[in-house]
């Protein structure tokens, strides 16, 4: 009697564990995707995944074949230790299509993820709102963008696009704080090739239109580009390494594994004497953080800012810093979107955020003018306003103008500014600045381009230096660049009880 029930169990479990049977796994493969259950396997620590709805199949009213499970693996297991939840579509069922039943699966667990306060990871590779269920499937999808929302900025989410997600689903994939794509499998688009053919008259492939590369480099949809499924997952376990399980928690400390009191007697040489030429800020980074280690976010969309993730004494920090070998280092509309995000994701879970300036300004143009890079580019002032986690700066270059205020500075309620003696800090650059208040006499001079030199070079003895903004208290000390990491990391552990409020309110109003 009992062995019947428990040979029953086992039936269910096996018919529920092939999906949608071996024709559609071998297809699956076939495709160089793994399935569900494989990815599963990759991404969480053996023996540790608890399957939870696996017995669900689509109601009656629906059309189509059953099938357990309804197309979505859902449950929560460990990942390094830590708590986690996930859903994991399997395109072997009806193409990983979101009908009813696999909505509600998909809610229940973020409903108990939220509960308990653990990450929640998506694997999406799904057709998007399942056709024969109609009305059912978008309701499914609008419940998901619900609690996407209750999600942000609670429980770290985090989406993994490995295959097709047409339709529902990539909103709610752009809803999570981050995304990763596999190269040529990850496709994300709202409407495919054929519509925009049909549409528009324009051909464009399934990678052109929404491919890895392209939301990591145009769209900013993808905040990392992985070679295959397996890079991915050791991917989403990296980012892990370095968050906190929700808002009312730490990140894992990581100690011992560098000294805090580390001098970097090259540190300096690594910018150019010159100011105009360029150089890589990510070296300079790699030299202060803890073993070299930098996770960066964004690498390929708007590289002319960096940002990521580092620790500094085993603590994690966000780094924010400009990057002078692309458009100079200068802030434009995609870079303050960048920026800005990052910075609200490490306030929302308690990331300290330390920014590295060297930025000649704002990009000037029509063409940044007119898509807005007043709107754009004050989102970048917002974030770091409305931002209360420690906020270290440290300027070793150029800082003029509005992105001076921009990058962190102490207006914007910085907490420790550092700046090099490298330092400029002015409302202008020298050559730009003498063009204006000396225009006179430049008009006047007999050789104007010999009279410019003098006066830039004046101006930039003058002003273009740290030593004003200290004499006002602007900036806090003025180091020497060997010792930015024991400095940085000084700051850092004098601001671990830092308490600062804002205004009550229901929610600022970003100028999104
Ligand atoms: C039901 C679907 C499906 C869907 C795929 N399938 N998408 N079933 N609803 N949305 C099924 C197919 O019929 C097929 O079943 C199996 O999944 C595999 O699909 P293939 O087309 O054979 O696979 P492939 O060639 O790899 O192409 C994958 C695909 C393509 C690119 C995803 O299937 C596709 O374009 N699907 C439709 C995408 C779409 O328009 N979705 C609706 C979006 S609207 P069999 O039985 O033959 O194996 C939406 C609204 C929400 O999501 C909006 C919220 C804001």
């Known amino acids: 009697?009992?062995?019947?029930?428990?040979?029953?169990?086992?039936?269910?479990?096996?018919?529920?564990?092939?999906?949608?049977?071996?024709?559609?796994?071998?297809?699956?493969?076939?495709?160089?995707?793994?399935?569900?259950?494989?990815?599963?396997?990759?991404?969480?620590?053996?023996?540790?995944?608890?399957?939870?709805?696996?017995?669900?199949?689509?109601?009656?009213?629906?059309?189509?074949?059953?099938?357990?499970?309804?197309?979505?693996?859902?449950?929560?297991?460990?990942?390094?230790?830590?708590?986690?939840?996930?859903?994991?579509?399997?395109?072997?069922?009806?193409?990983?299509?979101?009908?009813?039943?696999?909505?509600?699966?998909?809610?229940?667990?973020?409903?108990?993820?939220?509960?308990?306060?653990?990450?929640?990871?998506?694997?999406?590779?799904?057709?998007?709102?399942?056709?024969?269920?109609?009305?059912?499937?978008?309701?499914?999808?609008?419940?998901?963008?619900?609690?996407?929302?209750?999600?942000?900025?609670?429980?770290?989410?985090?989406?993994?696009?490995?295959?097709?997600?047409?339709?529902?689903?990539?909103?709610?994939?752009?809803?999570?704080?981050?995304?990763?794509?596999?190269?040529?499998?990850?496709?994300?688009?709202?409407?495919?090739?054929?519509?925009?053919?049909?549409?528009?008259?324009?051909?464009?492939?399934?990678?052109?239109?929404?491919?890895?590369?392209?939301?990591?480099?145009?769209?900013?949809?993808?905040?990392?580009?992985?070679?295959?499924?397996?890079?991915c997952m050791d991917e989403i376990k990296k980012l892990l390494s370095y968050i906190p399980q929700n808002n009312t928690e730490e990140p894992p400390l990581v100690e011992g594994i560098d000294d805090p009191n580390r001098i970097e007697p090259n540190l300096i040489n690594i910018l150019p004497e010159n100011p105009y030429q360029q150089y890589d800020m990510k070296k300079i980074i790699s030299s202060i953080v803890d073993t070299g280690e930098f996770l960066e976010v964004h690498e390929l969309f708007a590289e002319n800012i960096i940002v990521g993730f580092g620790r500094m004494n085993g603590r994690s920090v966000g780094i924010v810093a400009n990057q002078p070998s692309y458009l100079a280092g200068a802030l434009d509309i995609n870079s303050s979107n960048k920026a800005a995000r990052f910075i609200r994701f490490c306030d929302a879970y308690n990331i300290p955020i330390v920014t590295l300036v060297d930025t000649p300004g704002y990009l000037p143009g029509a063409d940044q003018e007119h898509n807005g890079i007043i709107r754009h580019g004050s989102k970048l002032l917002y974030a770091y306003c409305e931002a209360t986690v420690p906020k270290i700066t440290c300027i070793v270059g150029k800082a003029y103008g509005g992105a001076y205020i921009a990058m962190g500075s102490k207006n914007l309620r910085s907490d420790i500014n550092y700046a090099w003696p490298t330092a400029e800090i002015a409302v202008l650059g020298p050559e730009a600045a003498i063009t204006i208040i000396h225009r006179k006499d430049l008009k006047q001079s007999p050789d104007a381009s010999a009279t410019k030199k003098k006066l830039a070079k004046e101006f930039r003895n003058k002003f273009a230096n740290p030593y004003i903004a200290a004499e006002k208290g602007i900036i806090d000390v003025v180091i020497d660049p060997m010792e930015t990491r024991p400095f940085i990391i000084r700051a850092l552990e004098s601001l671990i009880n830092k308490r600062e409020t804002r205004p009550p309110k229901k929610h600022g109003n970003i100028n999104l």
């Not at 297809?27 to 793994?34: R, S």
């Open 1 to 231: 009697m009992h062995e019947e029930k428990i040979k029953r169990l086992y039936d269910l479990k096996r018919a529920s564990e092939s999906g949608g049977g071996e024709e559609k796994i071998a297809a699956q493969h076939a495709k160089g995707k793994l399935t569900a259950r494989e990815r599963i396997d990759l991404l969480m620590d053996p023996m540790t995944f608890v399957e939870i709805d696996k017995y669900v199949t689509h109601r009656g009213e629906s059309e189509g074949q059953k099938y357990h499970g309804d197309g979505v693996i859902t449950g929560f297991g460990r990942i390094g230790g830590r708590l986690v939840f996930a859903y994991v579509y399997d395109f072997t069922i009806l193409g990983g299509s979101l009908g009813e039943m696999a909505g509600r699966k998909v809610v229940k667990l973020m409903e108990q993820a939220l509960k308990v306060g653990a990450p929640l990871i998506g694997i999406i590779d799904s057709g998007g709102a399942r056709i024969q269920e109609g009305v059912l499937s978008l309701d499914g999808y609008g419940d998901i963008f619900y609690h996407n929302t209750l999600a942000s900025g609670s429980i770290p989410q985090i989406t993994a696009s490995i295959g097709p997600c047409a339709g529902g689903a990539v909103y709610s994939p752009a809803m999570t704080d981050f995304v990763i794509m596999v190269e040529n499998v990850g496709q994300m688009f709202v409407t495919g090739p054929e519509v925009v053919k049909e549409v528009l008259s324009q051909d464009v492939s399934f990678e052109e239109l929404g491919g890895a590369r392209t939301h990591a480099s145009k769209s900013g949809v993808a905040h990392f580009i992985a070679k295959n499924e397996f890079e």
